[in-house]
């Protein structure tokens, strides 16, 4: 029966995770890297690796369980016609190569100031959502401006391990996409920024000739294994409280999100 404790005391805690990482996939076009970050972090340690390699393995393996999230959360979205896909296509090409490039450096970065740019960015964006201003007028942004943000979101992504939704359905929001279509198309630009991240992890694992237990390189198997299906089951519950939820509710849950984001960040940073 020492297997079934076992499974209970270490694993199980993986399943509750997907479902919660799902949910919130589908309702607020993240990938749930804020959620399973801190969560496998806490755990690595627990199981005994140092905080520095539990935190780099957490960074990992939550891209990897972002890649299959945010597949599932697409389909559901694109179903229910949330995606703008002009927005999608200029986006994607910059935050891939974004995220490519910061993952190659994250082990070696110091991201103090950039991460105190992300959680003071996320606070003021959250404000603007919770009273729901908007632009006096619509305006569409140029070609350098869209490179450049979506390179910044691919970059600040790969750095805090996040799909991105954080960054891109409040600057969305502030180009005047409604939320629902900024959480869908959101949801779509996480997927590149998750597929380089991993793929770099994954190149830096093949160089390795030895690896910890459970694991493949930076990722950790069981994590993955458990997250990911469950992730990928309940994304599209997460998308039908989308459609149902009225638009200024989804709005303050979204903005009470990003509050809670950038104060944790925050408080790690200058605690």
Same mark, same amino acid.
């Given at each position: ?44 340690? #627990?199981?005994? @690796?140092?905080?520095?390699? #539990? ?6 393996? $939550? ?5 299959? +999230? ?25 935050? @891939? ?13 110091? #991201? ?6 992300? #959680?003071?960015? +996320? ?12 632009? +006096? ?9 869209? $490179? ?19 960054? +891109? ?61 469950? $992730? ?29 984001? $950038? ?9």
């Amino acid at each position: 029966m020492d297997w079934i404790q076992l499974f209970f005391e270490q694993y199980a805690l993986f399943c509750l995770i997907g479902v919660v990482v799902g949910v919130l996939s589908g309702l607020l076009g993240i990938g749930g890297g804020i959620v399973l970050v801190p969560m496998l972090h806490a755990m690595l340690v #627990a199981k005994g @690796f140092s905080a520095d390699a #539990a935190f780099h393995m957490a960074l990992a393996t $939550s891209m990897a369980c972002i890649v299959f +999230t945010s597949l599932s959360s697409i389909l559901a979205h694109h179903k229910n016609q949330n995606i703008v896909w002009p927005y999608v296509w200029a986006m994607v090409p910059m935050a @891939f190569i974004g995220s490519l490039l910061a993952t190659l450096v994250a082990i070696h970065l110091d #991201a103090f100031y950039l991460t105190l740019f992300f #959680a003071t960015f +996320t606070f003021f964006a959250a404000i603007q959502l919770f009273l729901d201003r908007k632009p +006096t007028q619509h305006k569409v942004p140029g070609k350098v401006e869209i $490179s450049l943000v979506s390179l910044l979101i691919g970059v600040i992504s790969a750095l805090v391990s996040i799909g991105g939704g954080t960054l +891109t359905v409040p600057y969305l929001a502030m180009r005047n996409v409604s939320v629902k279509q900024a959480i869908g198309t959101s949801a779509v630009l996480g997927f590149p920024i998750a597929l380089a991240s991993t793929v770099s992890y994954l190149q830096d694992a093949v160089r390795q000739t030895a690896h910890a237990p459970d694991s493949f390189g930076l990722l950790y198997l069981p994590a993955i294994m458990l997250i990911t299906p469950l $992730s990928v089951l309940f994304a599209p519950a997460g998308v039908a409280l989308t459609k149902r939820l009225p638009v200024k509710v989804l709005k303050r849950i979204f903005a009470v999100f990003l509050m809670g984001v $950038s104060i944790n960040l925050l408080w790690s940073q200058l605690a």
